[in-house]
C-alpha cells in the first residue's frame, strides 16, 4: 500500500511540476533582438586582462615555479616551510620577468581578437550574396524608360525668358 502511495504521489508530483514548467515560469517574448551582448562584451574583456595581470602576479611571487626555472634569483627560506624568497637585488629581474610575461600574453591576446574575425566566412559571403541581391532587385525595379520631353523653340524659349 506504502508504495502505491508514494507512485501516486510521484505521479502527481510530476504533473504539477509539468504545468509550472509550462504555464507558469516561460521565458518572456521578446520582440526585437539584441544584436550584441551589450556593455557586456567590455565587462568579459576587462576581465581577461585583469586575469592575466593577476595570474602573472601569483605565478612571480608566490609560484614555487619560478624558483625552479630561475633557481638563482630565490632562496629557500627555513622559517616559512620551505619555500622560496627573493635573492636580495634579484627582485628587480623576478619583476622584469613577471611584467614581461604579461606583456606577451596581453599581445597573444590583441593577436588572437585580431585574427579571429565576428562572423564566420560563410556568413559574410552568403549576406554579400544577399546584399547583392537586393541591389539588382532595386535596379531592376527602377529601370524604366526615360520620358524625355521633345526639345523645340517653344520650350527652350519657356525655360530662357523670365516673365
Given at each position: 500500500m506504502a508504495g502505491?502511495?508514494?507512485l501516486l504521489s510521484n505521479l502527481i508530483e510530476l504533473r504539477s511540476d509539468l504545468f509550472k514548467l509550462v504555464w507558469v515560469s516561460q521565458r518572456p517574448v521578446v520582440m526585437t533582438r539584441a544584436k550584441n551582448i551589450g556593455i557586456w562584451f567590455s565587462i568579459l574583456q576587462a576581465m581577461t586582462t585583469i586575469s592575466v595581470l593577476t595570474n602573472c602576479v601569483i605565478f612571480g611571487l608566490t609560484s614555487d615555479l619560478m624558483a625552479e626555472f630561475f633557481p638563482e634569483w630565490f632562496n629557500p627560506s627555513l622559517e616559512n616551510n620551505g619555500t622560496f624568497e627573493i635573492t636580495a637585488g634579484m627582485g628587480q629581474y623576478v619583476m622584469i620577468l613577471i611584467f614581461g610575461i604579461e606583456h606577451v600574453?596581453?599581445?597573444f591576446i590583441g593577436l588572437m581578437k585580431g585574427m579571429?574575425?565576428?562572423?564566420?566566412?560563410?556568413?559574410?559571403i552568403e549576406l554579400e550574396k544577399r546584399e547583392y541581391e537586393?541591389?539588382?532587385?532595386?535596379?531592376s525595379s527602377f529601370k524604366t524608360t526615360p520620358v524625355i520631353p521633345p526639345v523645340n523653340?517653344?520650350?527652350i524659349s519657356k525655360v530662357y525668358t523670365r516673365d
Open positions: 502505491l502511495l508514494s600574453l596581453i599581445l579571429i574575425s565576428e562572423a564566420p566566412k560563410w556568413l559574410s537586393k541591389e539588382k532587385l532595386m535596379v523653340e517653344a520650350t
